[in-house]
């Protein structure tokens, strides 16, 4: 059975702070893994990976993924309260039909 | 583009009702599939759909069905509510399997 680990479960941290969020995983044929931000609603999507080491990166944010030790890490540089949200982190098997999530890190940034 | 769209956005049912939360998509997308989210439980798969005529099980099936008619629409039938499935649920669709699935915006069930 496919799991994923995500840490820590909340966090607090001042506007200005970086943070790293932490995901590992367990998947039969691993295929690839996402990252998703959720506000109040909708999960929205931030990255895909599928390459251990090579990072992708969207403004203040990137992710990167190591498949040997099974595990990615969500990077927010210079945090806005605006990041406040639950990250949830998702892996894919080989077969592409199914996403397995993560319970989600909540973050909390104040002023 | 209203991309995924989900009604009704708030329901409320009595123990042993029947219902069905509508899901529609208008970007042609083959990939589908159903969500609760609990809270500590992250979002569990109840159903999937790789194309119009084709559907799967997901993590927690039990007590939901699903059709997939057309390209554009997955509705998820609740047979008998039971109180545990009090819960959101979200739609989603992809162009490419589960990857980097569109999620719609979530109705919120409550089942006395």
């Known amino acids: 059975e496919d799991k994923v680990v995500q840490s820590p479960l909340s966090l607090v941290v001042h506007e200005g702070d970086t943070v790293t969020l932490n995901c590992s995983y367990e998947?039969?044929?691993?295929?690839?893994l996402l990252w998703y931000k959720q506000e109040k609603k909708a999960p929205t999507f931030l990255f895909m990976l599928?390459?251990?080491?090579i990072e992708k990166k969207s403004g203040r944010l990137s992710s990167i993924l190591d498949k040997k030790e099974l595990f990615s890490i969500l990077n927010i540089t210079a945090t806005q309260t605006g990041d406040s949200a639950v990250y949830l982190c998702a892996v894919l098997p080989g077969t592409a039909s199914k996403l397995t999530f993560g319970t989600g890190t909540r973050l909390q940034v104040t002023l | 583009n209203a991309g995924v769209t989900q009604t009704p956005k708030f329901q409320v049912l009595k123990t042993g009702q029947s219902m069905t939360l509508q899901c529609a998509q208008d970007?042609?997308?083959?990939?589908m599939s159903w969500y609760r989210q609990d809270p500590g439980m992250g979002l569990r798969l109840i159903h999937y759909?790789?194309?119009?005529?084709?559907?799967d099980q997901g993590e927690v099936p039990n007590g939901y069905n699903v059709s997939r008619s057309t390209t554009e629409d997955f509705p998820l039938r609740l047979l008998s509510a039971a109180p545990s499935q009090t819960s959101v649920y979200f739609c989603a669709s992809s162009s490419s399997g589960a990857n980097t699935q569109y999620f719609g915006p979530g109705t919120r069930l409550t089942v006395l």
């Open positions: 759909s790789v194309g119009a005529g084709i559907t």
């Open positions: 599928t390459s251990s080491g």
């Open positions: 998947v039969t044929n691993f295929r690839s």
């Open positions: 970007m042609n997308h083959e990939y």
